[in-house]
């Protein structure tokens, strides 16, 4: 599965993820070896509005080709003419973002919605393919509204009929909420039907499970999304295993750390001090939400209102984790409590569970 240079069945994909895949996000990620990331879901209607957020979630640096825009709309003509504006800055593939069950986004009939009418999904991607000249043209799908309306089949061949380079099939239907494990199987029979690449997406947290997935289901490459938060060391493992067949393990504690604080100081640098504490604080917790102590670092976090007081309380944080300063915590529990909601810390009991692309 080629981009450009890339070999990308070597290699893992970062998945679009919003209010976390920014330019720090991605640097990160990239530096430990991700092989395609991209920009978080982008409206194709602020695109050709120049929406200042919008072109903000957009703006991507050379440096990080090659790289992935995802688009957000309904409409094919309207969708063509944002991947031609947006093809001027030659991103390597643009996206149709056909996953997202968010309320605010399927009432405007766009993400999971567009699951619904294969026939819409292959005249948005011809126009896309029309517009974006020799840029790779994707598409984001779940399996179907529900799994009583399952249409993968339909909706993969309506992309590969009409020009898509590849697809992400995100293993969960519209209506599956992220604490069920994503139903693989599904990849599998995808992989079967379609001839353009398949990149599979859906309860991948470690190394080994990229392995499992690509062996159970034959996709030709891996999305992670949860799965890199707060540790982008699953691409540098995954590379290690796909290049020398061996896996380094997890991270040292302050490998962690000082990738925790190399990736506030990029958010400072990204979004300004006062902009990027919200941002800072819930990657901190990522990175740290598989050691003790997790609880008493939340509320730490929680209570500082400066860059350099979160920075300080990374370093004490190490260094307890270091002397075993803390008492045992049911470390179980958080990671359930992760895998119903990534802010865990921000849900009361109980937590209920959110539903992304
Ligand atoms: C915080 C968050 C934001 C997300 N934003 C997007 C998005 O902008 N576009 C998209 O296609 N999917 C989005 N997703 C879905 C992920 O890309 C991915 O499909 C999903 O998390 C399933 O993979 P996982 O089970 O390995 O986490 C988001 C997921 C999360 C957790």
């Known amino acids: ?42 409206s194709a209607k602020g695109v050709l509005e120049n929406d200042f957020e919008t072109l903000r979630y957009l703006a991507f640096n050379k440096n990080e080709k090659p790289i992935g825009v995802q688009l957000l709309g309904s409409d094919p003509e309207l969708i063509g003419s944002a991947v031609k504006e947006i093809a001027k800055y030659n991103p390597d593939v643009i996206d149709i973002n056909c996953g997202c069950p968010v309320e605010n986004v ?18 948005i991607i011809s126009s896309m393919k029309k517009a974006a000249g020799e840029i790779h043209i994707s598409a984001k799908l779940r399996l179907g509204g529900s799994d009583k309306s399952i249409n993968i089949f339909e909706n993969a061949k309506a992309a590969e009929d ?7 099939v995100h293993a969960r239907t519209k209506k599956d909420k992220y604490d ?3 139903d693989w199987e599904w990849l599998a029979k995808v992989k079967s ?26 996709v030709d490459s891996v999305m992670i999304a949860r799965g890199a938060l707060g540790n982008p060391f699953i691409f540098s493992r995954y590379n290690s295993i796909s290049d020398n067949n061996f896996d380094p393990g997890p991270p040292g504690i302050d490998l962690i750390t000082e990738t925790a604080i190399e990736h506030c100081n990029k958010l400072i640098r990204e979004y300004g001090e006062f902009r990027a504490l919200n941002f800072m604080k819930k990657n901190v917790i990522w990175y740290y939400r598989d050691f003790n102590g997790i609880t008493k670092l939340v509320e730490k976090l929680m209570a500082c209102n400066s860059a350099n007081g ?17 008492p045992d915590e049911d470390l179980k529990i958080i990671q359930q409590k992760f895998k119903m909601k ?16």
Request: charged share 20%; proline share 4%; aromatic share 8%.
């Open 106 to 123: 399927t009432k405007h009939k766009m993400g999971a919605c567009l699951l619904d009418s294969p026939q819409l999904i292959g005249k």
């Open 310 to 326: 979160i920075i300080d309380i990374i370093n004490e944080h190490n260094d307890k984790i270091k002397l075993q300063n803390y």
């Open 193 to 218: 039907k379609i001839k353009i690449p398949v990149v599979g997406n859906g309860s991948v947290f470690t190394p080994e499970d990229v392995v499992k997935m690509k062996e159970q289901t034959g």
């Open 180 to 182: 069920t494990d994503a």
């Open 342 to 357: 990534v802010l865990f810390w921000l849900v009361q009991e109980p937590v209920f569970s959110e539903s992304f692309g």
């Open 162 to 168: 009409n020009g898509a380079s590849f697809i992400i």
């Open 1 to 42: 599965m080629q981009i450009g240079q890339l070999d990308l069945s070597k290699r893992l994909l970062l998945a679009p993820m919003a209010d976390v895949t920014d330019y720090s996000f991605r640097e990160i990620a990239k530096k430990f070896g991700a092989g395609l990331t991209f920009t978080q879901m982008v």
